[in-house]
């Protein structure tokens, strides 16, 4: 059986600009990135197949929701 995961892979010259890496779980991270005027916040994710059962793919759409409603709070 795989596993899943996601990241960011970032460019050396763009290390000193993250603010913070958070992943939430298997299939959902956050990277926040300072910049000159404002703040970037990029949410990567790994969404369920649709061959996934409903309550898999509710929980993750669930998941997704309030990771966007807190980081758009940041």
Known sequence: ????????????????????????N???CILRLKEKFHNITLINIHAPTKEKMGEEKDKFYDDLQKTYDKSTKA
């Open 1 to 24: 059986m795989g596993q899943l995961g996601t990241g960011f892979m970032v460019r050396k010259e763009v290390e000193k600009n993250i603010m913070s890496f958070t992943s939430i």
């Open 26 to 28: 298997e299939r959902i």
